[in-house]
T-cell receptor
Framework: DAGVIQSPRHEVTEMGQEVTLRCKPISGHNSLFWYRQTMMRGLELLIY????????DSGMPEDRFSAKMPNASFSTLKIQPSEPRDSAVYFC?????????????FGPGTRLLVL | QKEVEQNSGPLSVPEGAIASLNCTYS??????FFWYRQYSGKSPELIMS????GDKEDGRFTAQLNKASQYVSLLIRDSQPSDSATYLC???????????????FGKGTLLTVNP
């Protein structure tokens, strides 16, 4: 079975540009998580969805960040306008919440560099 | 602000030795605890989860949990060079199966196993 799929794998953009990151969770998983990882701050949860509904977006840095999950198989994280401090690796993860153990499976990540 | 603290390392052990990784957490209501392994340039992968006080063994890995001391550890027996990675401790507030299942990660401990 395919794991969590993220695209693009690498993104280099200039400050002020819009960036859209995409995620396809594992089929059958009903929770989806967006994380950001930097050396300074480690791995931080930005937002998570349960059954396509945003449950907690308290980790979203500011209004420049937005996330959507229009259906069970697709989610986007958008940064507009992007800034150099947004440079990080962005991970998407998914899990099944109705089982006894909720393992979060991470995608390969998108490495974002904002110049 | 929930906090998860880990020894930043790096931790260096010889091949065949026991590697001990430690983690403390600030939120007393935390119920679920996880250890993730992250190879350089890769995404985190779950290696152990523990929900009750005591020890949980899985192959060469043993997780230990002490909720009274707010402490969780990971022991790796017979360490191998392939165990060289960053180990992330993660703590969740919710019980498994709930919709409030969000993880707070420590910044990780870099382990190097020398041949």
């Amino acid at each position: 079975d395919a794991g969590v799929i993220q695209s693009p794998r690498h993104e280099v953009t200039e400050m002020g540009q819009e960036v859209t990151l995409r995620c396809k969770p594992i089929s059958g998983h009903n929770s989806l998580f967006w994380y950001r990882q930097t050396m300074m701050r480690g791995l931080e949860l930005l937002i998570y969805f349960n059954n396509n509904v945003p449950i907690d977006d308290s980790g979203m840095p500011e209004d420049r960040f937005s996330a959507k999950m229009p259906n069970a198989s697709f989610s986007t994280l958008k940064i507009q306008p992007s800034e150099p401090r947004d440079s990080a690796v962005y991970f998407c993860a998914s899990s099944v919440t109705h089982t006894g153990e909720e393992t979060q499976y991470f995608g390969p990540g998108t490495r974002l560099l904002v110049l | 602000q929930k906090e998860v603290e880990q020894n930043s390392g790096p931790l260096s052990v010889p091949e065949g030795a026991i590697a001990s990784l430690n983690c403390t957490y600030s939120d007393r209501v935390s119920q679920s605890f996880f250890w993730y392994r992250q190879y350089s340039g890769k995404s985190p992968e779950l290696i152990m989860s523990i929900y009750s006080n005591g020890d949980k063994e899985d192959g060469r890995f043993t997780a230990q949990l002490n909720k009274a001391s707010q402490y969780v550890s990971l022991l790796i027996r017979d360490s191998q060079p392939s165990d060289s990675a960053t180990y992330l401790c993660a703590v969740a507030e919710g019980n498994s199966g709930g919709s409030n299942y969000k993880l707070t990660f420590g910044k990780g401990t870099l382990l190097t196993v020398n041949p």
